[in-house]
């Protein structure tokens, strides 16, 4: 029984897979069983990301924490629960990163989901997916249809094993001046998560060096195969940190109490003998 995160957002440009990359590593780094499954079978960043990784690993030699990966293929609901069975077993966490528009396979993750993680700019073009504002006061006036879609997925959820969706929105290339719109979305947010029941953390910057990673699967836990660090390595590292903390992940223990928990549930009582 691992701990699903799914990062789920149905727009693009949100640094969605980048998080989701980097939050998979930083797990696997701590010395956990990590597996990772890209639902965007057409632009299979996450793929192609952990891809790149497995190269540079062969290439150069290095000891890097590697995730199980694998791309569905957008299609076949068989392939689709096959891979989640796989992928789950003998696995702590299972991260999965989802496209950015309306996906039928994307809502079954978020319902299967125990950390949900909506990326999201800085922008009330991004703030449109999860509300509406008020043009001239910049209040919320209501929810909007996504996070109508969380609410229910939510209560699915409930329903079918008592459990809750932990609902994370990171804000993700926060400009480090503060600016008027920054606090107008900031705001917001505040006054949405009240009414549907998210939380709000920090994400990661605007910063060049997690582009420029991709191409060998870098990441910003890899500092011995990055080599020297300038200072927008450091706080690249720092803010990631802060990211990890803030997402509350139960660590190994929790996660290995709760399976031990779920198979006493399951297997059949032991009979009294002296009876």
Same mark, same amino acid.
């Given at each position: ?230 200072? /927008?390595?450091?706080? +690249? *590292?720092?803010?990631?940190? %802060? #990211? ?5 992940? =139960? &660590?190994? /223990?929790?996660?290995? +109490? *709760?399976?031990?928990?779920? %198979? #006493? ?5 032991? =009979? &009294?003998?002296?009876?």
């Amino acid at each position: 029984m691992p701990h699903v995160i799914v990062f789920a957002n149905e727009k693009g440009g949100t640094g969605k897979s980048t998080t989701a990359v980097h939050v998979a590593i930083a797990l696997a780094a701590k010395g956990a069983r990590v597996s990772c499954l890209d639902l965007d079978h057409r632009q299979r960043t996450v793929g192609r990301y952990l891809d790149n990784r497995a190269q540079t690993i062969r290439s150069k030699g290095l000891d890097l924490p590697m995730p199980r990966h694998a791309t569905h293929d957008g299609e076949s609901e068989d392939f689709f629960e096959a891979t989640w069975r796989e992928l789950e077993r003998d696995c702590d966490y299972l991260v999965v990163d989802t496209p950015g528009r309306d996906d039928y396979f994307a809502r079954t993750a978020a319902t299967l989901s125990n950390t949900l993680v909506t990326p999201m700019n800085d922008s009330f073009v991004d703030f449109d997916l999860i509300g509406q504002v008020d043009p001239d006061t910049y209040q919320v006036t209501r929810p909007s249809f996504y996070s109508e879609l969380i609410w229910d997925a939510r209560k699915q959820r409930a329903r079918a094993d008592g459990t809750t969706i932990d609902w994370v929105v990171l804000r993700n290339r926060l400009q480090h001046i503060e600016a008027r719109n920054m606090r107008r979305v900031s705001d917001a947010l505040a006054q949405l998560a009240k009414r549907v029941g998210f939380r709000i953390i920090p994400g990661l910057g605007e910063r060049v060096i997690y582009r420029e990673m991709f191409p060998q699967g870098l990441t910003m836990i890899d500092a011995k195969a990055i080599g020297s660090m300038g200072i /927008g390595h450091v706080a +690249a *590292r720092q803010e990631l940190r %802060e #990211m990890m903390a803030a997402l509350q992940l =139960p &660590d190994l /223990g929790e996660i290995t +109490a *709760r399976a031990q928990s779920a %198979e #006493m549930a399951e297997s059949p009582g032991v =009979p &009294d003998v002296a009876a």
